[in-house]
């Protein structure tokens, strides 16, 4: 150490005096004898004092968790008045905009970075995934660094949980990556109209906890939400105009979530059918069945595809969801004598041993056809799905399994052995249903974190692990069968853990290190 004149933190020259430089890092880990500077800077002092230590840090406490971090010793970061964010790439631009904004930093584009700022670089062979990144805090700087715009983006979600509630972002390295590849929530908006600055604020939410699909379930047979061109006729009163629409999917591809629509059919068609009662499907008796089309009729099929092709080129995204769930001539014990033309039409198309679930099937063959040259990856609900015919479902369908409880139901195994990929949806731990209608209970996310994986597709019994690629995520989703029951503050609300609970599971494979408590008071403290 040595004698003679130093300048001080504060500036002044102390001419032979022994001085040291303590740094006391707002929010560090210092011991209670550090007093705290009054101005946030760094402090000094005139007598001789022991070098600063700082303890070996902690992984940062998120929702949803890291997946690695590398310890260090140091002050970490949080976000000072001086404090920027710079990026390496201008397509990086967007995200980091977004950070300086929520962080109270400046955003100082393509720049070197320096003390206390924020950095965001796209570093090829980065992560191992287009949705991993690496977050290094170190020399009171933040590098987060990742192969695509998406892992950077998880990055600063991570710096911003890491620093709210007035805390810091801990000393080291984090390296993270998801679990699982789809992350959804899905909202029935054709049974409850939600205001379009609803739908964002949930967004928003989705961003920061790392989701990455929004579905749309925008028709069925109470209501038909969204503006069209093609068959103005059939829309609700009460819906998203287009330009909404476009405001939805910006603000969502801002915070790297898909919005994958659903126009379900040839059941769930309601609304359609009342404007146009001639594809109403009846039975053998004259007697209508709600809410389906009658197949076997090509105008049927010719007005659900101007649907098709308008909203496929209203909504960008690379998902969409098909529907074919609850047709309800295929809940019945003999199909083929309760609708007469509709077994008729599929020994026509089939031949002599074609059965109604033939035709089915390839009614969402056919609908799956329109939405391909979209280049869209698509899915469609389990009950969609039939053994046994002479018609199978293409082989590139997603299944989205939700229940076990249809007519000839399928335990999700079945697919999977067949080499289907599945989407986890299911009704006992995911369903959020207004009125809570049949046998359905509002979901808790203590149940859901305590109990649920994605391995567990149908009711509380998992599958094999071996079939674990090939469950590609999962979708909470809420239903709207009693609108009236909850307010969209109620809807809001209760979802709020349910959501975070379902991520943590879909994020981090492992069993959760907090107990039930403590995870809720981490959401307490994240936001």
């Given at each position: 150490m040595k004698r003679g004149p130093v300048v001080a933190a504060g500036g002044a020259v102390v001419a032979g005096a022994v001085v040291l430089a303590v740094v006391v890092w707002p929010g560090g880990d210092g011991g209670p004898g550090d007093p705290p500077p009054s101005d946030g800077k760094s402090a000094s002092s005139p007598s001789p004092s022991p070098a600063r230590s700082y303890a070996l840090s902690k992984a940062p406490a998120t929702i949803p968790?890291?997946?690695?971090?590398?310890?260090?010793?140091?002050?970490?970061?949080?976000?000072?008045?001086?404090?920027?964010?710079?990026?390496?790439?201008?397509?990086?631009?967007?995200?980091?905009?977004?950070?300086?904004?929520?962080?109270?930093?400046?955003?100082?584009?393509?720049?070197?970075?320096?003390?206390?700022?924020?950095?965001?670089?796209?570093?090829?062979?980065?992560?191992?995934?287009?949705?991993?990144?690496?977050?290094?805090?170190?020399?009171?700087?933040?590098?987060?660094?990742a192969p695509a715009e998406a892992g950077v983006f998880y990055g600063t979600r991570t710096l911003k949980q890491?620093?709210?509630?007035?805390?810091?972002?801990?000393?080291?390295?984090?390296?993270?990556?998801?679990?699982?590849?789809?992350?959804?929530?899905?909202?029935?908006?054709?049974?409850?109209?939600?205001?379009?600055?609803?739908?964002?604020?949930?967004?928003?939410?989705?961003?920061?906890?790392?989701?990455?699909?929004?579905?749309?379930?925008?028709?069925?047979?109470?209501?038909?939400?969204?503006?069209?061109?093609?068959?103005?006729?059939?829309?609700?009163?009460?819906?998203?105009?287009?330009?909404?629409?476009?405001?939805?999917?910006?603000?969502?591809?801002?915070?790297?979530?898909?919005?994958?629509?659903?126009?379900?059919?040839?059941?769930?068609?309601?609304?359609?059918?009342?404007?146009?009662?001639?594809?109403?499907?009846?039975?053998?008796?004259?007697?209508?069945?709600?809410?389906?089309?009658?197949?076997?009729?090509?105008?049927?099929?010719?007005?659900?595809?101007?649907?098709?092709e308008e909203y496929g080129e209203l909504f960008p995204g690379a998902s969409w969801h098909l529907g074919a769930d609850e047709y309800r001539a295929l809940t019945v014990k003999d199909p083929e004598a309760s609708y007469p033309q509709l077994a008729a039409a599929a020994r026509e198309r089939y031949g002599p041993d074609g059965r109604v679930q033939d035709l089915a099937t390839g009614w969402l063959n056919d609908r799956a056809d329109v939405m391909r040259s979209y280049d869209k990856k698509l899915k469609a609900w389990n009950d969609g799905f039939f053994r046994g015919g002479i018609a199978e479902a293409a082989d590139d369908l997603e299944v989205a399994y939700w229940t076990g409880k249809e007519y000839g139901a399928r335990e999700p195994v079945e697919y999977l052995r067949a080499g289907r990929k599945l989407v986890n949806y299911n009704d006992e731990y995911l369903y959020y249903v207004l009125g809570q209608p049949n046998t359905f209970r509002y979901p808790t996310g203590q149940r859901i974190y305590e109990n649920w994986t994605p391995l567990i597709l149908r009711g509380t019994r998992p599958v094999s692990k071996e079939y674990d690629d090939q469950i590609l995520g999962g979708t909470f989703a809420v239903w709207c069968d009693l609108a009236g029951s909850q307010t969209q503050e109620q809807v809001a609300q209760g979802i709020r853990m349910p959501l975070r609970a379902t991520v943590q599971k879909l994020w981090d494979p492992r069993e959760p290190g907090l107990s039930w408590a403590g995870f809720v008071k981490l959401a307490d403290e994240t936001g």
């Open positions: 968790s890291v997946r690695e971090h590398t310890a260090a010793r140091g002050p970490g970061w949080r976000p000072a008045e001086n404090g920027r964010v710079v990026v390496r790439d201008e397509d990086l631009a967007d995200e980091g905009r977004l950070l300086a904004g929520e962080l109270k930093l400046t955003y100082a584009g393509e720049d070197d970075p320096r003390q206390g700022d924020v950095e965001l670089a796209l570093t090829s062979g980065e992560g191992a995934g287009p949705e991993s990144y690496t977050l290094t805090v170190k020399n009171r700087r933040v590098r987060i660094a890491e620093v709210g509630g007035d805390r810091t972002a801990p000393e080291g390295v984090v390296r993270d990556r998801p679990a699982k590849a789809q992350r959804g929530f899905m909202l029935d908006i054709a049974r409850k109209h939600f205001d379009v600055g609803w739908i964002e604020d949930r967004i928003r939410e989705l961003g920061d906890l790392k989701f990455n699909q929004l579905g749309l379930h925008f028709s069925d047979d109470q209501a038909f939400r969204i503006e069209s061109d093609s068959h103005p006729e059939i829309v609700s009163t009460d819906h998203l105009t287009k330009a909404q629409v476009r405001r939805i999917l910006k603000l969502a591809e801002s915070r790297h979530i898909t919005v994958v629509p659903e126009i379900d059919s040839p059941g769930h068609l309601g609304a359609v059918i009342r404007q146009h009662p001639a594809l109403q499907l009846r039975d053998a008796r004259g007697i209508a069945t709600r809410g389906a089309v009658d197949i076997s009729k090509p105008a049927a099929a010719e007005i659900v595809d101007d649907l098709l």
